[in-house]
């Protein structure tokens, strides 16, 4: 008698007849991830009884499927929306709870007395370590006070000092151990990011690891010194992490001064423990640019790998017990091992959601084959989606989530995995291999571009070498390095060789496409056409898909009509940095600030803003060198390298070292696209060149743009009274429909004669939010207010936008697309 043989993890996939026509379980669980996509389109939430009241429609439905009445035809539509209904409801009540738990305004900024456990392994940065303490108690001059369960707090271990020993990541968390209990002075400040277009939003990802306050630990000599209170056995899994990734580094770059072994290392740390945060930004900037970023973590394939491993490992241990297989047949014990042993891996991993949809799919596969059931793949594949968006909502917002889910839908679709898809032997395997990349790539390329923007052109053959590399050879020698540590000195050589080969392909011409990020309903579309694309079909019906493709591909953002130009104050923090477009031209005066050694405004906002929206500079314009004004200028220009370079910058060799800078001088003049460009200050008897005056501030490029319809934006940099009563003296051309106010609303600048002097509809200050500078001071605003002058602060409006056509109107992105979890004044 012969017999199929199906790998243990292998879903089975029935043909469409076999299907049944109404299965509630599908519904149910397309209907969980509908309500849980919908209660995060919510501006605010609603009260209990509101979620309580749309729950009651979900429960009704599930006490009449109890009472045996299934329905009509139109059933599945009642179990769909039953589902919606209690999923939205369950998503919003669970909000409710966490929204309940905020630190109080009163508390930012004071010193509190904290006791907590360091719930999660420390990360150490380049001037310290970032901690997360789940609190115990909290006090404010002796009186207790309530604070979130859990907050993020950095240690920092002494000033920045740019030399090259402290140029990477020192491993600072040594001395500190998750699960320590510790008593802690700190300050602390609500949850706050920046908010860009298409940018990272950082107050999401605080929501949704449940920290409800950022800050600091005060360890200076008039603080009350930091405790050690205990050492205990919770967080045990991070205790475990924590030992393995430190013993990683210990082994494999014992020398923290050695940059490469500390970037190898990092890899290989990654790779076992899940901390991506191990790998420097050097690395990640070349694995998302040869398409492997999703292999350099604990990904569905790595932990499919482990499950199939460890059930092979517990079928053979099974089947030397007599006993034993008597008690329970040695396959299902071995699938039932596998799923556990497979579930401590991606809970050791730190349980992301590629590792929750993997488990989420093999625990309905285990289940399935036990039961003796056979379910079609989109059953199996929306269970998946289900269980996560129960498990974590707010992981729908994540592009890891689609892009996961939606790589294994293509799959599914395209018939790869089914059991005798291809020939067995070497030729097989391989044709399979190319064939699922290709499908996968396809698929992802869309998804790609809506989140990223990005494309690369050269993936599919780096994910051909790197698949099964990093699969068959660097994972099992990484994990395999736990138990004997010299194996980690062979992968840590297989990660060389693999970062060898990717850095050639990374040096083709056109390696990686960036391309302007389309509207999600663009994308959307060119998501569904790539599925189409990859289906088994005739090459006919296929190419239907192409035309839902090329909008994503052709995407190119409104741009101002001649004679028109738009502004765009970012929002970086503390520092300025504001894009200004012509119909054909752009011009981005100053890059931010530098927020440690390892990341600036640049890298973390503005490059990736300037691809979102196709920009191509024309001119970086940098008013003065502090750097808060030049922070990013390094990152900008290397992705920018048209750019010319215009600025304040003499007598500053670092800055002078990106390229030749022209320098700034009263009474430039240009036009783009009937647009007027004028620079009103510093004057040219300013000091010579190679010295530098007492305060760069007095030399910042003082820029006047005037539309055809004269509208008009003052851009002032850093200018403080002096150079404002200069500017009015000379009756220079102030006035302004919008102004950047000068040094960021400080009290030194903003003189009444100059506001006098420039009427400005509208004032638009660029400060962090709780600036340690008090900016803007309160004087300064009490003028603006008695001059009806409008106010914008990017910490309140995060980046904010004006149009020279609509010179009276300023859009927030805040305001644009609010959110419960976004920070609220």
């Known amino acids: 008698m012969e017999h199929s043989v199906v790998p243990p993890y292998q879903v089975p996939v029935l043909e469409a007849a076999t299907v049944p026509r109404a299965w509630h379980g599908t519904a149910l669980c397309a209907g969980v991830v509908v309500g849980v996509l919908v209660q995060l389109q919510q501006p605010q939430l609603g009260a209990a009884g509101v979620y309580l009241a749309l729950a009651l429609p979900g429960l009704l439905w599930c006490m009449v499927q109890l009472a045996g009445r299934r329905g009509g035809r139109a059933s599945w539509i009642w179990a769909l929306l039953a589902a919606a209904s209690l999923a939205f409801a369950a998503t919003g009540l669970r909000a409710l709870q966490q929204q309940a738990q905020p630190l109080g305004a009163d508390l930012q900024g004071k010193d509190l007395r904290i006791v907590g456990t360091l719930a999660a392994m420390p990360q150490p940065t380049s001037n310290g370590v970032r901690l997360r303490v789940a609190v115990e108690s909290a006090t404010f001059n002796g009186q207790p006070v309530r604070l979130p369960a859990r907050v993020d707090l950095g240690w920092y271990h002494g000033v920045l000092q740019e030399s090259a020993d402290s140029a990477q990541p020192q491993r600072l968390s040594g001395d500190l151990r998750a699960g320590e209990r510790w008593a802690l002075t700190v300050r602390l400040k609500q949850p706050h990011g920046a908010r860009n ?48 990734r430190d013993a990683i580094f210990a082994y494999l770059a014992p020398d923290a001064t050695d940059a490469q072994q500390q970037r190898l290392a990092g890899v290989v740390a990654a790779l076992v423990t899940g901390d991506q945060r191990a790998i420097e930004r050097s690395e990640w900037d070349l694995f998302r640019t040869t398409g492997v970023a999703h292999l350099m973590s604990i990904s569905g394939l790595h932990i499919t790998l482990f499950a199939w491993l460890a059930a092979a490992a517990v079928g053979a241990a099974w089947r030397r017990s007599q006993r034993l297989c008597l008690a329970w047949p040695a396959p299902s014990a071995a699938l039932v091992g596998g799923l556990l042993l497979a579930g401590l891996y991606a809970l050791f991993s730190g349980w992301g959601v590629p590792a929750q949809r993997t488990v989420a799919m093999l625990a309905t596969v285990v289940v399935l084959r036990l039961s003796g059931r056979r379910w079609p793949w989109p059953q199996v594949w929306l269970l998946a989606c289900a269980v996560v968006a129960l498990a974590d909502p707010w992981a729908l917002l994540q592009p890891g989530f689609w892009l996961s889910f939606v790589a294994v839908a293509a799959l599914f679709a395209s018939n790869l995995i089914a059991a005798g898809a291809y020939p067995t032997g070497v030729r097989g395997h391989f044709v399979a291999m190319l064939r699922q990349q290709v499908v996968v790539t396809l698929a992802l390329t869309p998804l790609g571009l809506l989140f990223f923007g990005q494309v690369s052109l050269v993936g599919t053959v780096a994910n051909l070498l790197a698949i099964p590399w990093v699969t068959l050879v660097v994972t099992p020698l990484a994990l395999a390095g736990v138990l004997w540590a010299p194996l980690w000195q062979g992968a840590l050589w297989a990660v060389q060789g693999l970062v060898a080969v990717l850095q050639w392909l990374a040096a083709w011409p056109a390696a990686s496409l960036w391309l302007p990020v389309a509207p999600w309903g663009v994308g959307a579309a060119a998501v569904l056409g790539g599925l189409w694309m990859v289906l088994r079909l005739p090459w006919a019906l296929r190419l239907l898909g192409l035309p839902l493709l090329l909008p994503v591909l052709l995407w190119q953002p409104a741009r101002p009509l001649v004679g028109q130009f738009d502004l765009l104050a970012a929002d970086v923090g503390q520092g300025n940095a504001v894009l200004l ?39 970086l314009m940098l008013s003065h060198r502090d750097s808060d004004h030049t922070g990013g200028a390094a990152a900008v220009l290397a992705q920018q390298p048209q750019a010319r370079l215009v600025g304040s910058v003499a007598g500053d060799a670092a800055l002078q070292a990106l390229g030749e800078a022209s320098p700034c001088v009263a009474g430039q003049q240009w036009a783009w696209d009937g647009v007027q460009f004028e620079l009103l200050h510093p004057p040219a008897a300013s000091p010579p060149e190679g010295t530098r005056p007492a305060r760069s501030n007095a030399l910042s490029c003082v820029l006047r743009v005037r539309s055809a319809s004269g509208a008009v934006a003052l851009l002032a940099g850093d200018i403080e009274a002096a150079q404002e009563q200069l500017l009015v003296a000379q009756a220079a051309p102030l006035r302004a429909d919008v102004l950047l106010l000068p040094h960021h609303g400080s009290k030194t600048s903003s003189s009444p004669a100059f506001l006098n002097a420039v009427q400005p509809r509208t004032a638009l200050v660029q400060a962090a939010y709780r600036s340690r500078f008090g900016h803007p001071a309160p004087e300064v605003l009490a003028r603006l207010q008695a001059r009806g002058i409008g106010v914008v602060e990017s910490a309140r409006c995060g980046a904010a936008l004006w149009a020279s056509h609509q010179p009276a109107e300023v859009r927030c992105e805040r305001e644009e697309r609010p959110r419960y979890w976004q920070h609220r004044w």
Do not use: C, I, K, N
């Open 197 to 244: 277009p298409q940018g990272f939003d950082y107050e999401l990802w605080l929501w949704e690891q449940g920290v409800g306050a950022t800050g600091y630990v005060r360890a200076g000599p008039r603080d009350e010194a930091p405790q050690r209170l205990a050492h205990t056995w919770r967080h045990p899994v991070e205790r475990v992490r924590q030992a393995v």
């Open 581 to 619: 477009r012509t119909a054909t031209h752009s011009l981005l005066y100053d890059t931010g600030p530098r927020y440690s050694l390892e990341s600036d405004a640049g890298d973390r906002v503005l490059v990736p803003l300037l691809r979102a929206q196709g920009e191509r500079l024309d001119m």
